[in-house]
C-alpha cells in the first residue's frame, strides 16, 4: 500500500450538481432530437407536424444512463487529468454518444460541416439514421469510438484489451444488461485475471441495468443486489451501486462511486508501481439502476412508457398523425429547458460546457480511440535468421510452427510492450513454446509451485475462450499496438461473426478520413483438419476460410504456406501490414521442407507460381498439379513423383499457391493476378487437378471468371473424418496422391491417359489401404509412413 | 413446501463404500488400459513391450473426477429410480464414458463384439484412439451420450435443453474447469432462470476443478471457495464442495453432498408440482476439487505428475523405450487391484456390477440419450389454412413471417410440450409475435407488472444469447422434441461453430446403426442483410448460408422462400423432416406476393423453377433472369418488367430457386437436380443473370459441374452498406433492377442488346439515384416507394 495520503471522493457541490445536470439535459435534449426532429431545433417556435422527420428510427431508451455517465466522467477526466476513452456497450448508443462529442466540441472538430450552433444542431438531427447518415449504433464515425454497438458481447473485451500495456489508459465500459445476457460477455468478467495494474491500464465496468431488452425483461434486472453483489465479487470485483429515478440524487450518488471508484483505480495502480503486485487487486465495478428512457414520456395513450421495454427504441410515435402524441413530444423536449442550455446562437453555454475537458482530453478527441496515430511499428529480427536449411529438399521433417515460434519470441523481446500472442491454452501444443523463453503466461491471480512458465509479468495471453482472444487482440491493435491470435483450426469458426464484424469496422475505417490505420488482425490457425487425425471429427474443419475469403477484398487476406521459409516469410509480411485480417494456415506437426529461404522469399512475394523443381516438365505440359496448403503440397508433390516413376511420358507441372487471392480476377480482388499472369502459372486449356487445404468449393468460387473455369478439379476437405491416420484421412477426403494420380488419368487428353500400370497401381494401393485400416485392430502393424519417400 | 417428511442423505456404510470404491478402481483401470495396452489386459503376466501400444493417445487428467461422479450416480439412480443421463463437458473425456457403460454393460448391449470379458476388454483397448477405431472425445458411438466433448462451451446448454418439458429427466452435467473459461459455458448458468420444475426436468452441475487446462492454469482453480460460492450463489445456486485427494474421505464426502442434491432437487419439482412455482428455486451446484489425473503416478523423472498439467494426456511416456517407465506404468496399473476387480474371465466381480441400475437406467442405455426413440411427430396444422390469397398478383405488401407466426402459435398450441420456439428477445421484431396468444416469454424470476407475455410457464424461449438459443434447441431435439431457431440473420455467424458442430453430430449419428433419427433443427433467419437498412452495416451479413453449404450434404439444407405461401410450404416440410440443418431465409418486412399456395406447393416441392407469369416469354428465352431470395426475386421481377417495357423484343424467362441445393449437380447432393433437369429450368447456354441473397461465391461454389457454367452472372451481397434506404442497399451492391437490366444488355448476343433506351434509362435511374441520396439531407422527401409497380 503507497503511503500517500488517500484521496477521498467529494460530495458534488450546488454548482457542479447545476452543472453536470446541465449537461445531462442537453445531451438527452440532443438525442431526442435526432430521433424526431427535421426543423426547430430549439423548439422555440410551437412544435408542429413539419417539424418532425418523416420517419422516426433511433433507441432512446440506453440514452439517459449513457448521457448521465458520460457527463460525470467529463467532470473527473479534468479534475485528475484522466487518460479516458468511453466504449458503449448497449446497442443503439450512437446518438448518446453524438449529442456528447457535439457538447464538447470534437464532433465539429472531425466534421467541420456540423457546427457548434443551431445550424449544427439541425444538421446533427437529420443526418442520424437517415438515408447514408449517421447510424444508431456507436459505429466507426463516431468521434472516440472504438467499439461498435451493433453485435453484442464484446464491450469488455474490448475495453481489456486497449489497456494491456496501456498503462495510463482507463476505459469507461458500459454494459448494457440486454448484452450482459450472451456468452461472450458472460465469458468477459475474468478479465481482471489478466490485467497487471504495474504495466497495464484499467477498465471500469458500468453495468447498467435499465430492465429490460427490446420487449422482455433482462435476465440480471430481476436479480436483486445482493445476488449482484456475489456474482461480481465472486469474480474479483469490488461493487457498488447506483439506483433511483431522482435526477438530483442519482447525479449525488453517482459522482460520489463513480470518483470513489476512479481513486481506487489510481490508489491500486500507484501501490502496484511502487511497490509491486502481490495479489488481483479487487478492481471496482459500478452497477447502475436507472428506468429505461428515464426521463421520457412517463405515460403515453395511458400505457406506461418510462421504465419499460416500450421506452426501447421510439418511446411515442405516430406524432404526424397524433396531435396529442405531437403535445406530449413537445412538452417532453420543454421539459429539459433547452432555453437555458443554448445561447440565441444554439451554442452550449459556455459555463456549461467548460465541464468538458480540452483538447485531446475530450473522450470524443482521444487518440486512444484512434489507434492508428499512436501506432508505432514493430521492431522486427530479420525472419531469414531462423530459415530452415537443408542439404537435399523434401527429405527432413521439421516443425513449420516451431520455428515461427523462435522467430515470435525474438519480436516479444524486441518489442516487450507492444506483442502479444493470444492463444487458448495451446501455446505449447501449437509448438510456439519458444516464446516462453522470452515471456510467461500471463495470470495475476495465485500462482502455485508446479506452474509453467505463469506469472503477473507475462505477456502471453492462454485462457480457453477464443471470444476472448479475438476480443482482447482487436481492442489491443485497435489502440495501436500487434499482435497474433494462434488457435486450432476448426475452433476459429467459434468467433466467425466477430472476424466478420472486425472486417466491417476495417472496411469502413478505411472510408474514414481522419481514422488512421491500425496494425492488422493477424490469425495463425494450426492444428489442422489434415492432422487431427488423433482428436477425430470434431477438430476437423477449415470454415474460417470461407469467413475470410467472404470479407470485402480490400482487408481480407488469406496465406497457406506449405513449409517453414514461406510461413516466415508471409508472417514477416503480415506483421508489418496495416488493416488487414490476415489468416495464416498451416499445421504443427513436423513436415518436409519444400523451399530454400531464397526461393520461399521469391513464391510468397509473387503469391503463386510453379515449382520446376518439383514438375517433370514445368514447360508446356499434359497436366498442372496445383495446390495450396502444406498436406496438399505434399500430396501433390508425391502425386508428380508417382506419375514420374509410372508414367515418364506424361509432363507434369506442379504450381503452388500460397496467397489464395491471387487466384481471384484482378478487378474482384486487390491481390488477383493478370489473366495474363494466370495463363504463365495455369496454362490457358491444361486441365488443372487442384489439391486444396479447405472445402473444394472455396477455389471454384475464387476462380469464377477466369478463362476456362471448368478445367480445374478440386479435391480438398469434403467433411469426412474420424480419429484415423493421417494419410487415411487424405484418403477419406479422396485429396492423396492416389487420388490424385487417378484424376490426372481422368482429365489428361485420352492419348495419354492409357496408363493401365499407373491406374492399377493406384487402386490396388487404395484397396490394400482400406484393408490396412479395417485389419488394424487385429494386427497392430506400425503406423505406415506416409512420407514423400516412396 | 410439501408435507412430506424430508428424506435425508445417508452416510455410506461400509460396504457401500467399498463397492463403489472398487467400480471407481475398475473404471480407472480401464482408462488406463486404453492408453497403453495392447496385450495382457489384466496385468496377469509381467508387463512387457509388446503388451503396449505403439503410439500412446489419449487424456487421462479428467479421467478419474469424470469416473468417480458416473460410480456415484450409479447407486443413487438405484436407491431413487432416477431417470438420468450423463454429459461430460471436459474434453477427451471419452475412455471414461466407454470405461463406465462397459461395466455396466450398456457398450456390449450396442456393441456386442466387445465382450464383457478378458477378451472384449482387450478390444476395448485396442480399439480406442486408433485408426478408424474410438475417439477420444465423448462422441456420437459412445452410448448414454448426447454431447460431443471436443469443441468446449455447450454441455449445460445441452443439458438444460434436454430436460426442458422433460420433467422426469434428470441430467448430471460436469462441466471441467477448462470448459468454464469459454464464454458460452460463462453464459449458459442463468439457464436455471428459464427452467420451472413444475413441467421441466432438471441439471445437476458438476464443477470439476482439478486445476489445470492443457498446460496452464484454470481461471476458477485459482479462485477461493469463497469466491466460487458467491459466484453460483449470485445466479440462484445452493453450493456443495467436495475436496480432497484421499479417495475413501472423498467417497464419503461426495456421497453424501451428491445425495443431498438429487433430494434438494426432487423437493423442489414435488414441491413445485403440488404447490406451484412461485420463485425460482435455489438448485444444488455442486464443487468437485480433485487432482488432475488423481490416483496415477505421482512423480515421473522426478517431476510432479498427479496433480498438475502433467497429466492432462499421457502421464508416463516413452514405456516401450524405458523400462524404469515401464515399471511405473505396471506398479500403477497393479495399484488398482485388477485381481480383485475381475473374475478370472475378466468379467467384473457380480457384487460390483450389481452396483449399476438395471436396463435402461444404466446411464449408457438410457433411450433420452437417444432421443429419436422418443420423439413424437408433430401435430401440425394444415399450413394452408394461413395462406394469402389476393386478387392481383404482386400488388399488396404483406409481412411473410407475421404468417408464419399464426401458424407457429397454431403448432404451440397443438404441441404444448413437444414445440418450443427459440429466440433472442425478438420474437416481436421477427414479426413472430402472434405466438404470445398461444404461449408466454418463460422467465423464471420475478415478474413485473409492467411485463408483456412474461411468465414461469412461458415456453417461448428468449435470451439475448444466440449460444443460449441454439444450445438449448440442440438439447432439445437431441431428447426428441421439435423446434425453431429464430434469429437476427447477421448474428446467426454468432453460432457458426455450433452449427457445424451439430452438423457433425447428426451425419455421424446417421452411420451409427442404433442411433435413431432425431428432430431436424430449423433456423429461420430474418431481418436480413437487404432490409436492415436502418441498423447499418453490422447488421449486414448474409454469411450463415457459406456456414450451411458447406455442411456435409446429406444434412444441410438451405431454402430461399420468396414469399409468405412459399415459407408455410417450407416450414410445413422442415418441420416435418428429420436429421437435417434447415436453414430458412426470408425477410420480415411487408413484401410483395407472388404465387398462390397451390402455386407456391408445387413450386416448393419442385424446388426451383420457371415462373411463366413473371416472364415475357419463358420459351427460348434469350436471356434468363434468376433468383433466390425475397428481394432479389422482387428486383428480378421488376427487371422483368422493365424489361417488357422497354425492350419488348426481348424474350425473358424468370427463374426462381427456393431450395438452393437444386442447384448443386446431382453427384454432389442429394437435393441436386439432374442435368436434363438443369437444361429445362436454366437452358443449355442462355446467359442466366442471377439475383441472390447472399455472396454471389456461393451460387458459383453450387453451380461448379454444371454446363455452360461460365454463362452465370450473379449479383448478391457483397459487404456493401451503411444505414439507408432499401433501395439503396441494392443499388450499393449492385443488385437493383436497375444493374440487372444492365447486366442483360451486356450478356446478351449482341444483335439483341444494342437497347439504348433501356440503357440510357437504366443509368439515368441510377444517377438520379444517386443525387436523390446525396440531397436527402436537405430536402427530406418522402422515402421513394421501390415496389414493382412503377
Not at 735 to 742: A, E, F, T, V, W
Request: aromatic share 8%; with cysteine; hydrophobic share 40%.
Amino acid at each position: 500500500m503507497s503511503d500517500a495520503p488517500l484521496a477521498l471522493p467529494m460530495p458534488l457541490d450546488i454548482e457542479e450538481l447545476r452543472l453536470i445536470d446541465a449537461w445531462w439535459r442537453a445531451a438527452n435534449y440532443l438525442n431526442i432530437g435526432q430521433i424526431y426532429l427535421s426543423a426547430n431545433p430549439l423548439v422555440r417556435e410551437p412544435l408542429l407536424v413539419e417539424h418532425i422527420k418523416p420517419r422516426l428510427l433511433g433507441h432512446w431508451g440506453t440514452s439517459p444512463g449513457l448521457n448521465l455517465i458520460y457527463a460525470h466522467m467529463n467532470r473527473l477526466i479534468s479534475k485528475y487529468d484522466l487518460d479516458t476513452i468511453y466504449m458503449a456497450g448497449p446497442g443503439h448508443g450512437g446518438p448518446a454518444l453524438i449529442a456528447n462529442v457535439w457538447l464538447e466540441g470534437s464532433y465539429t472538430d472531425f466534421y467541420p460541416e456540423v457546427t457548434r450552433d443551431e445550424a449544427g444542431m439541425l444538421r446533427l438531427f437529420r443526418q442520424f439514421s437517415t438515408p447514408g447518415g449517421v447510424p444508431s449504433h456507436v459505429s466507426v464515425p463516431t468521434p472516440g469510438s472504438i467499439h461498435e454497438g451493433g453485435e453484442l458481447g464484446y464491450v469488455l473485451l474490448h475495453a481489456f484489451g486497449a489497456v494491456m500495456d496501456n498503462p495510463d489508459l482507463l476505459v469507461t465500459a458500459v454494459v448494457g444488461d440486454g448484452e450482459s445476457e450472451t456468452g461472450p460477455l458472460a465469458g468477459s468478467w475474468k478479465s481482471i485475471d489478466f490485467i497487471n495494474p504495474v504495466r497495464d491500464g484499467a477498465v471500469l465496468p458500468i453495468l447498467h441495468l435499465n430492465g429490460y431488452k427490446i420487449s422482455g425483461p433482462t435476465v440480471w434486472a430481476r436479480h436483486t443486489d445482493a445476488d449482484l453483489t456475489k456474482f461480481f465479487e465472486g469474480q474479483g470485483y469490488a461493487v457498488a451501486f447506483v439506483e433511483g429515478d431522482d435526477p438530483m440524487t442519482v447525479h449525488r450518488q453517482f459522482a460520489l462511486v463513480l470518483e470513489a471508484a476512479v481513486l481506487r483505480i489510481r490508489e491500486i495502480q500507484a501501490d502496484a508501481r511502487s511497490n509491486g503486485l502481490s495479489e488481483r487487486p479487487a478492481w471496482p465495478l459500478i452497477v447502475l439502476r436507472t428506468p429505461k428512457g428515464w426521463t421520457g414520456p412517463k405515460v403515453v395513450d395511458g400505457v406506461k412508457i418510462e421504465g419499460t421495454f416500450r421506452a426501447h427504441q421510439v418511446p411515442v410515435s405516430e406524432v404526424r398523425t397524433n396531435p396529442e402524441h405531437l403535445q406530449i413530444l413537445e412538452e417532453w423536449l420543454h421539459s429539459y429547458r433547452p432555453e437555458e442550455l443554448f445561447d440565441a446562437d444554439g451554442r452550449l453555454q459556455p459555463e456549461i460546457a467548460a465541464l468538458a475537458p480540452a483538447g485531446k482530453r475530450r473522450m470524443g478527441s482521444n487518440p486512444q480511440a484512434n489507434g492508428g496515430l499512436l501506432t508505432k511499428p514493430l521492431t522486427l529480427p530479420d525472419h531469414t535468421a531462423f530459415q530452415v536449411r537443408f542439404e537435399e529438399r523434401a527429405r527432413e521433417r521439421m516443425g513449420s510452427t516451431a520455428i515461427l515460434g523462435a522467430y515470435l519470441r525474438d519480436i516479444y523481446r524486441a518489442n516487450p510492450d507492444n506483442f502479444r500472442l493470444f492463444c487458448p491454452d495451446e501455446t505449447n501444443s501449437n509448438r510456439l513454446g519458444a516464446v516462453f523463453d522470452a515471456s510467461d503466461r500471463c495470470l495475476v491471480s495465485a500462482i502455485e509451485p508446479g506452474d509453467d512458465h505463469v506469472s503477473h509479468d507475462g505477456r502471453v495471453m492462454e485462457v480457453l475462450s477464443e471470444h476472448c482472444c479475438h476480443g482482447w487482440l482487436e481492442g489491443y491493435t485497435l489502440t495501436g499496438r500487434h499482435g497474433l491470435f494462434a488457435t486450432y483450426e476448426a475452433f476459429a469458426m467459434i468467433v466467425d461473426s466477430m472476424a466478420m464484424q472486425h472486417a466491417k469496422w476495417i472496411e469502413h475505417a478505411r472510408r474514414v478520413s481522419w481514422r488512421a490505420d491500425i496494425p492488422s488482425l493477424n490469425y495463425l490457425l494450426t492444428s489442422t483438419c489434415w492432422r487431427n487425425d488423433h482428436n477425430g471429427f470434431s477438430h476437423q474443419g477449415p470454415g474460417f476460410i470461407d469467413t475470410i475469403i467472404h470479407r470485402k477484398p480490400i482487408v481480407a487476406r488469406v496465406y497457406l504456406p506449405p513449409d517453414a521459409n514461406c510461413l516466415l516469410s508471409v508472417a514477416d509480411h503480415c506483421l508489418r501490414s496495416r488493416n488487414y485480417l490476415n489468416l495464416i494456415v498451416i499445421d504443427k506437426q513436423p513436415q518436409l521442407q519444400w523451399l530454400t529461404m531464397g526461393e520461399a522469399q521469391v513464391h510468397c512475394a509473387r503469391g503463386a507460381g510453379v515449382w520446376p523443381m518439383y514438375s517433370s516438365q514445368p514447360e508446356r505440359p499434359d497436366i498442372v498439379l496445383a495446390c495450396a496448403g502444406d498436406v496438399p503440397t505434399q500430396e501433390t508433390i508425391a502425386a508428380a513423383w508417382l506419375l514420374r516413376r509410372l508414367a515418364p511420358e506424361l509432363k507434369v507441372r506442379v504450381v503452388n499457391v500460397v496467397d489464395l487471392m491471387r487466384l481471384c480476377p484482378a478487378d474482384r480482388h486487390p491481390h488477383g493476378m493478370s489473366d495474363a499472369e494466370f495463363v504463365e502459372i495455369f496454362t490457358a486449356s491444361t486441365p488443372v487437378v487442384f489439391a486444396f487445404h479447405g472445402y473444394p468449393g472455396v477455389i471454384h468460387d475464387l476462380l469464377h471468371g477466369r478463362s476456362a473455369h471448368e478445367r480445374f478439379h478440386v479435391r480438398g476437405y469434403m467433411e469426412e473424418g474420424t480419429t484415423t491416420t493421417p494419410f487415411d484421412m487424405v484418403v477419406l477426403n479422396e485429396m492423396s496422391r492416389l487420388h490424385l494420380c487417378l484424376d490426372v488419368m481422368r482429365y489428361v487428353p485420352h492419348s495419354l491417359a492409357a496408363n493401365d500400370e499407373l491406374v492399377a497401381h493406384c487402386k490396388r494401393l487404395l484397396v490394400e489401404h482400406e484393408a490396412y485400416i479395417r485389419e488394424y485392430f487385429d494386427d497392430l502393424p506400425e503406423i505406415r509412413d506416409w512420407a514423400w519417400s516412396d
